[in-house]
Structure formats: structure tokens, C-alpha cells
């Protein structure tokens, strides 16, 4: 069965604390992805990976930066955590098949005090 | 510029009514992909149907149907015989990128499905 698994479901970090979020897929999948979800919003792309060691900016990256150096790991760090990154994070990984759906993991809600 | 647009903040349906949530989209491109996935409260993101843009009839899966009128740019999810377990988030997304497989998505519906 499809798995993609993210690390923490829920984590509370302090303003200026680095924050790591790690997604692992067991899917051998090539793209993997990280999105936010808030409220009104929807999902917003913040980076994607094609490849090991590969990595793209999404529609913010402002903030955020990402790891790949294992094809099934994609990671996802805040450098310095704002408040104003208190979100759901979303990792997902392409499925490779005709219709191209993305597999998701339950997410990662994050809260910065 | 690439986007998808969802109105509905929320609805309201009867169980056993059919209910349909709107998605208009926007691109230049000929050669799009639309996608319909549901997010119950537990979190996860379910995909649930798929729509091609040269597919000459609209999808269906199951009690899902996407009516896809495309002079429109609309991609509206219908789900016949709604049950209480339909109740959840629904995103409507459109692949922009199809190397990247890179996807969009609306803002969300909250359906609510009273019994």
C-alpha cells in the first residue's frame, strides 16, 4: 500500500528555534513536494523535488528551505520560525501514474509561540 | 496567470441529496489537468477523481462525477446519494507543470452533510 509518512503530526516550536520536518515515501517516487495549508487559502506549493539532491522553489519559499539527499526523504526546514509560519504542512510525492495524482501524508501542524 | 477559484466556503446538504461544489479555472495552457481531493477532519489529503483536458467525457468514479465544461473553465465535483462520511474539505487543483506534475489548488469547500 501507498505510504507517505511525516514525522510529527503536531509540534510546538519558539520564534527563532530551526524546525525540521521530514517526509519519507516508500513508492520509489521521483517528485516529492511540500505544500501549506491555511484557512481560506488552500494549499500553497513552498518547494518540490525532482531528484536527489534536486531542488525547485514553489510559490513561497520565502522563509523555508528543503533536503533531499535520499530519494525517499524529503525535508522541509524553517531556519529561524516566525509566527507567521504556524500552519499545516503537507508532504506529497507523485504517483507516476496516467492521471499523475499526488500521494499525501496526514500533515504536520506546526504552532510558533 | 495559473489559478483555481472555489466560492463555496462552506455547504450545507441533506444526507442522500446530491450536492455540487464548484472549481473555475484559469490558464493558457491547452494541455491541463483538473483534480478533485477530499480532506477529512482526520487530516489527509484523499485524491478523488481526475479530469483531462482533451477527455472528450467527463469523469466519473463511483458515486463521484466531475462536469467539466470547458468554454467555461469550470471542473464542478457532483456527488450523488451524499452519505455523512462525505462530510470534509474538498480541494479542486489543476496540474500546471506536467514535468513537475506541480499542482494548484482553490481554497477548499467545507461540506457539511446533515442527516
Known amino acids: 500500500d501507498v505510504k507517505v509518512t511525516q514525522s510529527s503530526r503536531y509540534l510546538v516550536k519558539r520564534t527563532g528555534e530551526k524546525v525540521f520536518l521530514e517526509c519519507v515515501q516508500d513508492m520509489d517516487h521521483e517528485n516529492m513536494f511540500w505544500y501549506r495549508q491555511d484557512p481560506g487559502l488552500g494549499l500553497r506549493l513552498i518547494y518540490f523535488s525532482y531528484d536527489v539532491k534536486m531542488k525547485e522553489k514553489g510559490d513561497i519559499p520565502e522563509g523555508y528551505s528543503v533536503s533531499r539527499e535520499k530519494k525517499e526523504r524529503f525535508s522541509l526546514i524553517l531556519e529561524s520560525a516566525s509566527t507567521n509560519q504556524t500552519s499545516m504542512y503537507l508532504c506529497?510525492?507523485?504517483?507516476?501514474?496516467?492521471?499523475?495524482?499526488?500521494?499525501f501524508g496526514e500533515g504536520s501542524r506546526l504552532t510558533v509561540l | 496567470a495559473q489559478k483555481i477559484t472555489q466560492t463555496q466556503p462552506g455547504m450545507f446538504v441533506q444526507e442522500k441529496e446530491a450536492v455540487t461544489l464548484d472549481c473555475t479555472y484559469d490558464?493558457?495552457?491547452?494541455?491541463?489537468?483538473l483534480f478533485w481531493y477530499k480532506q477529512p477532519s482526520s487530516g489527509e489529503m484523499i485524491f478523488l477523481i481526475y479530469q483531462g483536458s482533451y477527455d472528450q467525457q467527463n469523469a466519473t468514479e463511483g458515486r463521484y462525477s466531475l462536469n467539466f465544461q470547458k468554454a467555461k473553465k469550470s471542473a464542478n465535483l457532483v456527488i450523488s446519494a451524499s452519505q455523512l462520511g462525505d462530510s470534509a474539505m474538498y480541494f479542486c487543483?489543476?496540474?500546471?507543470?506536467?514535468?513537475?506534475?506541480?499542482?494548484?489548488f482553490g481554497q477548499g469547500t467545507r461540506l457539511t452533510i446533515n442527516p
Open positions: 506529497a510525492s507523485y504517483s507516476g501514474t496516467n492521471t499523475g495524482e499526488l500521494f
Open positions: 487543483a489543476m496540474r500546471v507543470d506536467q514535468g513537475a506534475q506541480r499542482l494548484v
Open positions: 490558464t493558457s495552457d491547452p494541455s491541463y489537468g
